[in-house]
């Protein structure tokens, strides 16, 4: 046997790249054709951890592959040097010019005493890994300059393009804290002037913290709600709450790297669902592609035979009792079948009014925007933001339909409708344009 042959551990056939290589048995290798059975023998199991073995990489020189220098140094051992034209008929890829200049050159001119260092760019295209495609990171673009009141600027909480900062920053009160600290004077002692330092480091920290998350908000492209809701609306729930998961992180590397990292996790998860679905098949015995599809048929049919029967003992419970077959039409009704008699829907029972006794701002309302307010469960102070907001947008366009309010106030659509119909009564708005004797 050469030293340079394998041979398959199971069916005894001589090993082509590339093979198996169990890396839990000692020396123990197998073909393809027997991994993809399953097969077991010796101590070797289904189960172990394995690698592929290759040999169609550079390894001496540019135009030549491991696999082609083994088979070339076998073949001179078993046809003798200078056979060239037997060893290039026996080796096909080359010719017995390109045989005899390579040996000469390699092993007899230049013989290498260690094998080379691997590098990627030697490596051919066929086994260099191809890298992850990540999602183009982008920075915020200048966003448009929406005005305060506009309902843009309240989804993007308040940010001010113009100026480059939010209507309410973080720590919004800092300054607060050198409102009662005096400007230093010579005659201070050297405790009021520590004292004095102590507090304008404080503030500048608080300053520090403040540009620090204005900076991550801009740098992470977070003030482009569309684009975040456009990702949001590819992924699907598990790759969303992952993403929910991982942004505590983001903070400590840059927007780059968490993003590679998030598309790593994500992909590592993929992964991990292909493999569990693999080893599913492969504990029901299928080994082959068509009888993994036939697998899922089958097992989809069997699901739907399974919720049949389900459907069979809700009807059957529902005969037994009125109360459960009054709900069991009720979820006839709402999932579109037909049950045997018409009824009556449930209704459902209105939300109690909200007590407004001590609320703040409850004395700058009059007793029947009170009324609305407890019948709508919002408090005096949001009310008067949604009807100022309302108000202002009227003016300004000279009308105001539903379906902008709408989009001004982003509450429950029943309270919007019934707060636009409260104030055209009041004659704050309307849905008409304004005439000239309009203020």
Known sequence: MSPFEKWCGKCSNLLEEPYIKCSQCNNTCICLQCFARGVEFGKHCSDHAYEIMRDNFILL????????????????????????????????????????????????????GMLPVFKKNHLPESLQTDPAKFITYE?????????????????????????????????????????????????????????????????????????????????????????????DRRADRAIRNLRTNLITFARFVSPEDYEKSTQLIMFESQLLQRIAKLKEYRTNGITSIRGSNIYEQLKRKREDERSRHHHLEDTLNALKNFSYYQRYLHRQLATGNEPYQTILPMRRKPAPRLDLSGAPDLEKIDDDEKELCSQLRLLPKAYMEYRDLLVAEYQKQGSLKLAQARVLIRIDVNKTRKLYDFLCEKSLISANPLDGSSV
């Open 139 to 231: 920075a915020n673009d200048d966003l448009h300059r929406y005005t305060i009141d506009s309902p843009q600027s309240h989804d993007l909480a308040g940010y001010i393009s113009s100026r480059a900062e939010f209507d309410i920053e973080f720590d919004n009160f800092a300054e607060s804290i050198l409102q009662d600290v005096p400007e230093p004077d010579e005659n201070d002692t050297d405790l009021f002037r520590e004292y004095k330092y102590a507090m304008l480091n404080i503030y500048n920290f608080r300053l520090q913290q403040r540009q620090l998350r204005k900076r991550f908000v801009k740098e992470y492209g977070l003030l482009n709600i569309k684009k975040q809701q456009v990702i």
């Open 61 to 112: 020189t540019s135009h030549w592959t491991a696999g082609e220098e083994v088979k070339l140094l076998r073949l001179i051992n078993e046809f003798g040097c200078g056979n060239w034209a037997e060893i290039a008929k026996q080796l096909r890829t080359k010719n017995k010019e390109e045989c005899e200049s390579h040996y000469n050159s390699v092993y007899i001119n230049k013989p290498q």
